[in-house]
């Protein structure tokens, strides 16, 4: 995913914090609310958690993420698409921080030691979770690689709404419970929502220099008025799902989540008013921050 969430010094202090700001921490919690939340939906349903296969998962769903960035960056800067006029935080090989060889062996070792955690994940969830892994990794890889990269398309948000929501939170509530169903499916596109909402701030924030390197994202095709309509919509979608969810569960405690209403409002309203800028580093990493508090509540709620 291409985001990261508050403004950076041009110039790292130390070839570690190069590493820290190009793995892009701020947002590493896209990945880990669904792990969470698939958790706490196979507990409500079965009051057992297998430690290992749920924090194995975690592991393996943030290393495809980070070497995602890192491929992103990497592939950014080949393309030229980190110009000067980029209004994002600065990127570790554009800015020098990082050569492209160190990056790109960088993105083989986290994607390589994720097909070995994920060989554990297979052989405890079987097939489906072969599948899934093979299908979430060529994804990372393609989202700014190959012929017409993913992030370079319409379809970004799509990519983050299947990844980072529907095969993130069923996989892991799979792998807790050895089947799927609709509670854990509505659970996966509220998450799946959330994420796409990052990308939209991503996409919307960079949309003029997008459209003068010839990355056709959705915003670039659409315009601000009908990403700033798509934010709201997606913002306020896992809220209104609320009810399904208590609905399928006979849960009344999934109304928890209702607390974070008020900042996730705050948020749309703020980026229905701002200009494409600088300020939309922040609104990226605090919506962010809106999932993960929407998860802890909604996990809380599921494990009382």
């Known amino acids: 995913m291409n985001t990261e969430s508050n403004s950076t010094l041009s110039t790292p202090h130390s070839t570690l914090n190069s590493w820290w700001l190009a793995i892009r921490p701020k947002t590493l919690s896209v990945s880990l609310a669904p792990v969470l939340l698939g ?21 393996a769903a943030m290393l495809i993420q980070i070497g995602t960035n890192l491929h992103n960056d990497v592939k950014d800067y080949e393309r030229g698409a980190d110009t000067p ?119 919307t924030r960079d949309l003029d220099s997008d459209r003068k390197v010839g990355k056709n994202t959705l915003a670039v095709r659409v315009g601000l008025g009908w990403s700033r309509a798509e934010y709201a919509v997606l913002m306020t979608a896992p809220f209104c799902l609320l009810p399904l969810l208590g609905m399928l569960l006979r849960e009344a405690t ?4 209702m607390l974070a209403a008020p900042w996730a409002v705050m948020l749309v309203q703020r980026f ?18 809106v999932q993960l508090l929407f998860t802890v509540l909604l996990s809380v709620g599921l494990v009382l």
């Open 39 to 59: 958790c706490a939906l196979a507990w409500h349903e079965s009051r057992v958690l297998l430690w290992l296969p749920a924090l194995i998962a975690l592991l």
């Open 85 to 203: 006029q980029r209004l994002g935080p600065s990127r570790a090989t554009a800015s020098g921080w990082l050569s492209a060889a160190q990056v790109k062996r960088a993105v083989a070792l986290c994607f390589a030691a994720a097909v070995v955690l994920g060989a554990y994940l297979v052989w405890h969830g079987g097939w489906p979770i072969l599948l899934a892994g093979l299908f979430s990794v060529a994804a990372g890889l393609a989202y700014t690689g190959g012929p017409r990269p993913i992030a370079y398309s319409a379809t970004g948000e799509l990519f983050v709404w299947l990844f980072f929501g529907v095969v993130a939170v069923m996989g892991s509530f799979f792998l807790q419970t050895f089947h799927v169903d609709w509670a854990a499916f509505v659970g996966a596109n509220m998450l799946g929502f959330f994420a796409a909402a990052v990308i939209v701030v991503n996409n």
């Open 254 to 257: 999934v109304w928890l989540p």
């Open 272 to 289: 229905c008013r701002a200009a494409p800028g600088l300020g939309h580093n922040r609104l990226l990493a605090q919506t962010a921050q």
